[in-house]
């Protein structure tokens, strides 16, 4: 469990140290410099270990995670830079639910009547926290709803990223996936962040490196950690993002999101729990079907 409980860590850590880099540098800047540092820290591991069928950036796998996981990324730095930390974590703590929706809609899998009722009352979640700050000046701060869209935005593309790889990357190694997505990502910040991409204090470009550092370490224990350990048994770790990401927030940013955002994200927290351990979601669907029959 130490391995799951490591990438909950390091990918947190990671959200603060985006969240500290100063609003001067852009998103794209943060996103070239992310990865770019990822492609050093990989390098080694993948001038040693990357096999020769492995060398094939342009594979149509390695092309649609590159683009979706760079959809992803932008959108998550996005976020981090204008919403408050448990607001951006929130939405993006959907991608299971719509990991689920794509493999059922062009994965091949099943999402039974249960499934899809606990997928659209967690939207339902996901909606109070897009427009929570509707109608309120004083909130526009906390939730602005064009960036709460874009955050939503790539919590899809890593979900449907998520379901491609299983789909079409099995034949490829965790590093090569990695690498590669690494190699693309930091060309495309480069080429997008022109003039911003060299003007950034020394402060910001330690904290970038920890980010990328922490960014890389996450992926890595979270995919052994898959390995190793039971879905479920990771994924119960995971749900801590959520609630921890509230205390990090005020405890470091004095954030307080509105009440609405709360309520949504608290909603959306129970769906996405019962939704993936099997335990609940057998009771829930027993409940379900036995309405369904009265």
């Not at 449907?160 to 997505?181: C, E, N, P, Q, Y």
Request: hydrophobic share 55%.
């Amino acid at each position: 469990m130490h391995l799951a409980y490591g990438a909950l860590l390091a990918s947190l850590l990671m959200d603060v140290s985006i969240k500290l880099v100063s609003s001067e540098v852009s998103t794209w800047a943060i996103v070239a410099w992310r990865w770019i540092f990822s492609i050093f820290i990989l390098l080694p591991f993948t001038l040693r270990h990357l096999k020769p069928h492995e060398w094939k950036p342009f594979e149509r796998t390695h092309i649609m995670r590159a683009v979706l996981n760079l959809t992803g990324t932008f959108c998550l730095f996005y976020s981090l830079q204008r919403l408050q930390l448990p607001v951006a974590i929130a939405i993006f703590f959907a991608e299971p639910l719509l990991t689920s929706v794509f493999a059922a809609l062009i994965g091949g899998e099943k999402l039974g009547p249960a499934k899809w009722a606990l997928s659209i009352l967690g939207f339902f979640g996901v909606t109070l926290v897009i427009f929570s700050g509707q109608g309120s000046s004083e909130m526009v701060a906390a939730v602005s709803y064009s960036d709460a869209l874009i955050a939503l935005t790539g919590a899809a593309a890593w979900a449907l990223m998520a379901v491609l790889t299983k789909r079409d990357g099995a034949h490829l190694s965790a590093l090569s996936l990695l690498f590669w997505i690494s190699i693309f990502a930091a060309t495309a910040g480069v080429l997008m962040s022109h003039d911003n991409f060299t003007h950034i204090g020394m402060r910001d470009m330690g904290l970038l490196l920890i980010a990328a550092g922490l960014g890389t370490v996450y992926s890595l224990l979270w995919i052994n950690g898959l390995k190793r350990l039971s879905a479920s048994a990771v994924a119960s770790v995971m749900y801590l993002a959520l609630p921890l990401s509230y205390v990090v927030g005020y405890v470091i940013f004095r954030e307080v999101p509105p009440t609405m955002a709360i309520v949504g994200s608290s909603l959306l927290f129970c769906m996405v729990v019962i939704f993936t351990q099997p335990s609940l979601q057998a009771r829930f669907n027993q409940a379900f079907l036995t309405k369904d029959t009265l």
